[in-house]
């Protein structure tokens, strides 16, 4: 299992930005597909967007032209910028990483899990 921890979460006011990282302990870290998934009190878990090893992306429609996905490999580091951050972004947010090095968006699909990182968004 891959070790993950989120950091970079906050309060941010509407409109603003913030990056998230994640830093991962692994040996395969470059082969995954990492991904950032969001999940609101009283609500599911949701997909947010997802990486492959070439730094192919995919993206949730409601975050699209605002979060950007990265990854640095020989850092063994995940990111998420977000940007025109709104409040219905308000969450806390996991990055998950999948051995199988293809797009998945489900979080079954992943097999190892981050704590999770607080992002609140006041209007």
């Known amino acids: 299992q891959e070790q993950l921890v989120e950091s970079g979460g906050g309060l941010v006011a509407a409109g603003g930005s913030l990056r998230l990282s994640c830093a991962a302990s692994?040996?395969?870290?470059?082969?995954?597909?990492m991904g950032w998934f969001r999940q609101a009190p009283g609500k599911e878990r949701e997909f947010v967007a997802a990486?492959?090893?070439?730094?192919?992306?995919i993206y949730a429609n409601s975050v699209k032209g605002r979060f950007t996905i990265s990854r640095d490999n020989a850092k063994n580091t995940l990111y998420l910028q977000m940007n025109s951050l709104q409040p219905e972004d308000t969450a806390v947010y996991y990055c998950?990483?999948?051995?199988?090095?293809?797009?998945?968006?489900?979080?079954?699909?992943?097999?190892?899990w981050g704590q999770g990182t607080q992002v609140t968004v006041s209007s």
């Open positions: 998950a990483a999948r051995r199988d090095p293809t797009h998945a968006t489900t979080a079954t699909d992943y097999g190892s």
């Open positions: 692994g040996r395969t870290f470059s082969r995954n597909t």
């Open positions: 990486i492959i090893w070439s730094g192919g992306s």
